[in-house]
């Protein structure tokens, strides 16, 4: 599993409530990513990083932000969660034993 | 930016037929074409990927073909299994390093084979 873990896996929340998600590798990758998989959508990027406390927006980013102050933890912060921020959200890393986006098993995320 | 239609968002065949999903792309700097796929719950994993350099890739039943010129990139599944169903996904990037590892994903097809 390319040693990519996430969490919480699950969480509901109210609007208006800060809520950061946790994306964790352990084989020391310099790329990560955030993705949102909505139906109907697809993958869509919100941010990615090339290294630490450096990060960028990808094509999805508003009401999102970043930070990556270790090599190993990428945390995704919605600053005041929205219904339409309910997403099922996947961390990936570029590695793995192909040169490839390798993905995370996810966040369920409810906006209530 | 990049982007990239997948045709058809769902298909239907019978066990032991072949399926074939097609993917178009709109920046001709592209040359990493990946294809992922996704059972229900699960994340989505890389199945079979396709450089510029080369136009048709196989492993066992799957097989991508990739025109460059027309900038579409086809997967090709056969003698199709119950397995086999799930939604593929395919994607582009220009896999050059920094910030083009970036990939761009189609929307997804639902493939579903019937015994």
């Known amino acids: 599993d390319a040693g990519i873990t996430q969490s919480p896996r699950h969480k509901v929340t109210e609007t208006g409530t800060p809520v950061t998600l946790r994306c964790h590798q352990t084989e020391n990758h310099r790329y990560m990513y955030w993705y949102r998989q909505d139906p109907g959508h697809g993958l869509r990027l919100i941010h990615y990083?090339?290294?630490?406390?450096?990060?960028d927006k990808g094509e999805v980013s508003d009401g999102y932000s970043v930070s990556r102050s270790k090599t190993e933890d990428f945390l995704l912060t919605l600053e005041s969660a929205t219904s339409s921020q309910t997403s099922v959200y996947f961390c990936a890393i570029h590695g793995g034993s192909h040169n490839e986006q390798f993905f995370g098993p996810g966040t369920r995320l409810t906006v209530l | 930016g990049e982007n990239v239609e997948q045709h058809p968002s769902t298909l239907s065949v019978q066990e032991g037929d072949s399926a074939v999903i097609k993917c178009t792309y709109s920046d001709s700097a592209s040359n990493y074409f990946p294809w992922y796929k996704q059972e229900l719950g699960k994340r989505p994993q890389l199945i079979i990927d396709?450089?510029?350099?080369?136009g048709e890739k196989k492993d066992q039943r799957i097989a991508v073909t990739l025109n460059k010129t027309a900038k579409h990139f086809s997967l090709h599944i056969t003698e199709t299994q119950p397995e086999d169903s799930a939604v593929y996904f395919c994607a582009a990037s220009i896999g050059s390093g920094g910030s083009n590892y970036k990939l761009t994903f189609g929307k997804g097809t639902l493939l579903t084979v019937n015994p």
């Open positions: 396709i450089r510029s350099n080369v």
């Open positions: 990083s090339y290294g630490v406390k450096d990060t």
